[in-house]
């Protein structure tokens, strides 16, 4: 039986042959997606992505844009945005 912190469905189950030749289970961490923009859902550029553990060692401007709605909103829908905001002060 394998310990119980690889019991979790969380960790993924890989099939590996080992030096012996059988064929061994491991457990290891599930992929993470990139992070995608709120409006249209395409990945964002210039973010950070992995494991929230990995995700926290880069520096703040490591992580993430330092522009208005970084993080947030692609680029193309950060335009749209202060375009809008723009025309709706005016």
Request: hydrophobic residues 30%; glycine residues 12%; charged residues 30%.
């Amino acid at each position: 039986m394998v310990k119980p912190a690889l019991r979790s469905r969380s960790l993924r189950r890989v099939k590996r042959k080992v030096p012996g030749g059988r064929v061994s289970m491991q457990y290891k961490e599930r992929k993470v997606g990139k992070p995608a923009c709120g409006k249209c859902g395409d990945a964002l550029l210039g973010m950070a992505h992995g494991t929230l553990s990995r995700v926290r060692k880069h520096t703040l401007s490591g992580r993430r844009p330092s522009r208005p709605y970084g993080g947030m909103l692609c680029s193309a829908c950060a335009r749209d945005a202060h375009v809008a905001k723009a025309r709706a002060s005016s």
